[in-house]
Nanobody, 127 residues
């Protein structure tokens, strides 16, 4: 079992930056691929970023490439999402997710791939 707690959300002006953190409690953090998803009011949850257990491989939707960066520190059991050049359209609740994998090089982009989810943290971008 893995418990995930997101933090770092808040209010930021368009063009600004935020760094979200996701702290994990549980065994074998490095054996879990991690992901970030977001859900805006009235919209379905969407994929934001993913990272393999080793941290060697990452994935982003085209809309996030160049603006968002996912990283992890396996010594701290924490995954991060650095968000730059934020836009009002980025306003959403951001969720951290984890799934066990035997491959340290594998990442996942589908919600259904993930077994564990955090409670979410609100990000609001003002125009």
């Amino acid at each position: 079992q893995v418990q995930l707690v997101e933090s770092g959300g808040g209010l930021v002006q368009a063009g600004g930056s935020l760094r979200l953190s996701c702290a994990a409690s549980g065994r074998s953090f490095s054996r879990h691929a991690m992901g970030w998803f977001r859900q805006a009011p009235g919209k379905e949850r969407e994929f934001v970023a993913a990272i393999s257990g080793s941290g060697s491989a990452t994935s982003y939707p085209n809309s996030m490439k160049g603006r968002f960066t996912i990283s992890r520190d396996n010594t701290k059991n924490t995954v991060y999402l650095q968000m730059n050049t934020l836009e009002p359209e980025d306003t959403a609740v951001y969720y951290c997710a984890a799934v066990f994998t035997t491959s340290g090089l594998t990442f996942f982009i589908a919600q259904s791939d993930y077994a564990y989810w955090g409670q979410g943290t609100q990000v609001t971008v003002s125009s």
